[in-house]
């Protein structure tokens, strides 16, 4: 939220500095996330008075103007404004300055033959407004030779980040309230002026929702005078970013920023019959202020009249009834709706807005009658009218929180000591009532307040954060002991080994469309207050998100795209730690030497889920491979890692071309996943290592080649050597497979070569026949036969 000092002093009498007032705000948990001063936007710009302006020789549009800059002899400048004459005063940029708008250095020129000093500057060019049509003209009084930005009264811009769970502070008043309880001056009553309601409002107002508006408060005034407003009203405004509109639409705003207090003055000529607050009905539209039409359903609170609906309630008012400089009588709408439907609303219709960011978070109820005299006030001093009483359709929430509160608490909880009676004034300071037994009320405003941790919070707060001493944590003396769980351990090899491999790690959202969650089976677990539709659902797969950023990459012409993520995925069994990597694109691309490009394939992630799996202490060598891996992927180009038929370690392959499709990827991608948590942990879970003995005697290779059925995994037959004789039988390996001319047909030759390993002694002849037997006995149970 963005104010300037001038704002802030307007509600807190206080002689502290610029960097003092910073200081505090962050002291009491108010992040001051940047300082602008529009005066050192402004430096070298002056208030400047025209003596003479005469055409310029070459050019019909242009102007040559003597401007006394009061210092010295008058400048000459080439001016284009058609406002620009003799007598008039202005704002002159001197050669050096920087124009706001653009950032051009001014310098002295020559435009079309005539030399230039700087420049006479309009509003836009500035950043003071829209208006461009012309110079600024300012009053005869201005002093010539002054500095434009003390001449404007600019005053120092505080960008603070106001944290979702303070509502009461989305106001300048709020931030001067904290500020006065923290000791930094006098909080200033509110001011409202005077007026004279008159007659009965002609306008019958009332609230037929009362879950989603309990309150609606309103009233009629006639004969306003609608315009620009004044500079002090406009250069607030601007402060905070806004840009002033007219007069009654900045007042509206104004009370806004200022009090946390969104208001509509709708104009009453474009109204019909009864304004009520709403249901909407299905199907319902409305043009809003952004000029976008938005179709409406049931579970949606509307403001309307007879001819159908004006404003979307607490989030945009509507086109159709907005004020304009014509209007004459206006409708004063302020109201209390129910946080939890305006943001459902406002995430249903993607619509955000000031107002829809402070009522979704909860206003003051309490605010209502003094809100609309305070908005009535100011209309009627600044653009006059004639005001009728108000009408007050329901009742807002008037049941306050009381907590019975022990201050021992503050050093218990908060760590810092701080004496009863400071306690007690801080709280007051803020706007709670503390009785004499330490009973103490909330106020309305104040929603996040749920309990004394809360009031705990409160008092250290405000007496300063950074008094709050930094204590370490105690521990025994030694060696600190591994902090790491035996999971965290394995992600972390994990990660290195796959950024080893050459891919990039992403992190994306725990959460996803139902769209996307149907791709990979649909999602068990949804939220009912999302931050948006596009995310939902807890993820049950992290394919999406990684897909999602797969597309992203390519869309940005990246030709080859390797991504990996570790996370969770969230299933009806509770949550689960994943592995997957994904790759994309050209695995690699065309070479001088006539090699063309090629892409990832089902073998290349399967060798990177092996080598992954290795690095996280698997039992590769124990993996089985089995079946497809699921819909998501390609039929026959896919499978899965087990250790045994129902344990599933992983998963590999291509993907299927329509969960591509659906994520707009249009290169093939291979896939893989591997699910952490079923990675069977170490038996030996002691720190120490077995000492290296390397085997005295020289390993023994033998090869054979085996008949076996064409449908049956090499994976499988080696397998099987293995365990053939797991004390003499080291290694195996496939180097070569065969199917054709001198195969059976339905059959393949695979060859192995196996490595055993003496112990002892050196085999002897009827040693190396008893394992070759074992070998050959072990794969004829999976169809294999010694090939002659």
Request: aromatic share 4%.
């Amino acid at each position: 939220m963005k104010f300037s000092i001038t704002w802030l002093k307007d509600h807190l009498e206080t002689d502290a500095s610029l960097a003092e007032i910073a200081e505090a705000l962050n002291r009491i948990g108010h992040e001051v996330e940047g300082i602008e001063d529009p005066a050192e936007r402004l430096a070298g710009f002056r208030v400047a008075k025209v003596l003479a302006a005469e055409k310029h020789p070459d050019a019909d549009k242009l102007q040559v103007l003597s401007v006394d800059t009061g210092e010295g002899d008058p400048l000459q400048v080439v001016c284009g404004a058609p406002n620009a004459r003799a007598g008039m005063k202005g704002v002159l940029g001197l050669p050096g300055a920087t124009v706001p708008s653009n950032g051009m250095q001014l310098r002295k020129s020559a435009i079309r033959g005539v030399e230039s000093n700087g420049m006479m500057c309009s509003v836009r060019e500035l950043e003071l407004g829209d208006e461009h049509d012309g110079i600024i003209e300012l009053p005869e009084d201005a002093t010539v030779g002054h500095s434009f930005a003390d001449y404007s009264g600019s005053s120092p811009v505080l960008d603070v980040a106001i944290t979702p769970n303070r509502p009461d502070c989305m106001g300048v008043y709020g931030i001067a309230r904290d500020l006065a309880a923290a000791g930094l001056g006098t909080l200033k009553p509110i001011a409202t002026p005077d007026f004279a309601a008159s007659g009965a409002c002609p306008v019958e107002i009332r609230t037929d929702d009362a879950d989603g508006c309990p309150a609606f408060y309103g009233r009629v005034i006639k004969g306003v005078t609608n315009g620009p407003s004044p500079d002090w009203l406009q250069q607030r405004l601007t402060s905070a970013g806004q840009r002033p509109i007219s007069l009654l639409v900045d007042l509206t705003n104004y009370l806004m920023l200022a009090y946390g207090r969104p208001a509509h003055a709708y104009d009453l000529a474009k109204l019909t019959g009864a304004v009520v607050a709403r249901r909407a009905q299905d199907g319902e539209r409305v043009l809003a202020l952004n000029e976008k039409t938005y179709a409406l359903d049931s579970s949606m609170t509307v403001i309307a009249d007879d001819s159908g609906v004006h404003d979307i309630a607490g989030i945009m008012g509507g086109e159709d009834s907005g004020v304009t400089d014509s209007t004459t009588d206006v409708l004063l709408e302020i109201a209390y709706f129910d946080p939890e439907r305006i943001g459902v609303t406002g995430r249903k219709l993607g619509l955000a807005s000031d107002a829809r960011t402070r009522f979704e978070r909860g206003v003051d109820p309490e605010f209502l009658d003094a809100g609309l005299d305070l908005l009535t006030g100011l209309i009627v001093e600044l653009a006059g009218g004639e005001p009728s009483e108000t009408v007050r359709a329901g009742t807002a929430p008037t049941d306050a929180m009381t907590l019975t509160f022990d201050p021992a608490l503050v050093a218990k909880l908060g760590g810092v000591e701080v004496g009863v009676p400071e306690q007690r004034a801080i709280l007051i300071g803020l706007g709670f009532v503390v009785d004499e037994n330490w009973n103490v009320t909330v106020p309305l405003r104040r929603h996040d307040i749920e309990g004394t941790a809360d009031l705990v919070e409160e008092i250290v707060r405000i007496h300063g954060l950074d008094k709050v001493a930094s204590v370490p944590l105690p521990r025994p003396d030694g060696v600190a002991q591994p902090t790491a769980t035996p999971q965290q351990a394995m992600e972390r090899k994990l990660r290195r080994a796959a950024a080893a491999s050459g891919l990039n790690e992403a992190i994306t959202w725990s959460f996803i469309s139902e769209e996307q969650a149907a791709l990979v089976g649909g999602g068990r677990w949804s939220l009912e207050n999302p931050i948006s539709e596009d995310m939902k659902v807890m993820r049950p797969s992290l394919l999406p998100g990684l897909l999602s950023a797969v597309q992203r990459n390519l869309d940005r012409g990246a030709s080859s795209v390797r991504l990996f993520e570790i996370g969770r995925r969230y299933l009806e069994s509770g949550e689960h730690p994943t592995l997957v990597c994904l790759l994309a694109g050209e695995k690699h691309a065309r070479s001088w030497d006539g090699g063309k490009p090629a892409h990832f394939d089902a073998f290349d992630a399967k060798a990177l889920c092996l080598s992954l799996l290795e690095a996280a202490g698997a039992p590769v060598g124990n993996l089985m491979v089995m079946g497809e891996a699921g819909d998501v992927y390609h039929p026959g180009q896919s499978a899965t890692l087990r250790l045994g038929p129902k344990k599933r370690i992983a998963s590999f392959g291509m993907l299927h071309p329509s969960t591509l499709k659906a994520i707009d990827v249009d290169v093939p991608v291979a896939a893989l996943g591997i699910h952490l948590d079923e990675i069977p942990a170490k038996k030996n879970a002691s720190f120490a290592r077995s000492s290296y003995a390397p085997p005295a005697l020289q390993a023994v290779t033998r090869d054979f080649a085996f008949l076996v059925p064409d449908d049956l995994a090499a994976a499988d037959l080696v397998r099987a050597t293995r365990g053939a004789d797991k004390k003499n039988v080291v290694d195996a390996r496939v180097f070569d497979v065969f199917a054709g001319q001198g195969v059976p047909e339905g059959k393949k030759s695979i060859a192995i070569e196996v490595m055993l390993q003496p112990q002892d002694q050196s085999y002897k002849d009827a040693e190396l026949k008893a394992i070759s037997d074992a070998v050959v006995a072990a794969v004829a149970k999976l169809g294999a036969e010694l090939r002659g």
